[in-house]
């Protein structure tokens, strides 16, 4: 018979295996600069391309937020106006009950018109500061 002639090692070797991993993020429109210098590598002008698509969003929304402010102060100018004119027109009707003679309506109409655009405007303003006080946490957050 024969026998199978196997060495085995003296010691037993140990082998490490080592496995590193990389990965990269990136948060936003715009690639990482390696990435765009490939893509201009790839296609001549692409990365003016990619930067263009980045900027007009941009763009945009900050064109959206002028419309809203420019709205915005718009309707309180509007506000304004109104109530100017409600307070005038309490005012003569006013005056025109007092000269017919209804003396307590010629005092009062006016007095409640007038109380009335006051309150709009104090809730107005005391409304107008809690959201920008809510604004400002949320900014804080």
Do not use: W
Request: with cysteine; glycine share 8%.
């Amino acid at each position: 018979m024969s026998k199978n002639n196997i060495k085995k090692p003296d010691k037993v070797s140990e082998q490490k295996l080592i496995v590193t991993t990389e990965h990269q993020y990136s948060s936003g429109p715009i690639p990482h600069a390696e990435e765009l210098a490939k893509y201009e590598q790839i296609c001549p002008g692409l990365a003016d391309r990619i930067m263009k698509m980045a900027e007009n969003p941009s763009a945009h929304r900050q064109q959206l937020e002028k419309d809203v402010v420019a709205g915005g102060l718009k309707g309180e100018t509007f506000g304004k106006i109104c109530g100017l004119v409600i307070v005038l027109a309490t005012i003569a009707a006013g005056t025109f009950l007092a000269h017919n003679g209804n003396n307590i309506l010629g005092i009062v109409f006016p007095l409640a018109g007038i109380s009335s655009v006051v309150a709009v405007f104090i809730y107005g303003t005391k409304s107008k500061k809690k959201e920008m006080r809510e604004q400002r946490e949320n900014l804080n957050k």
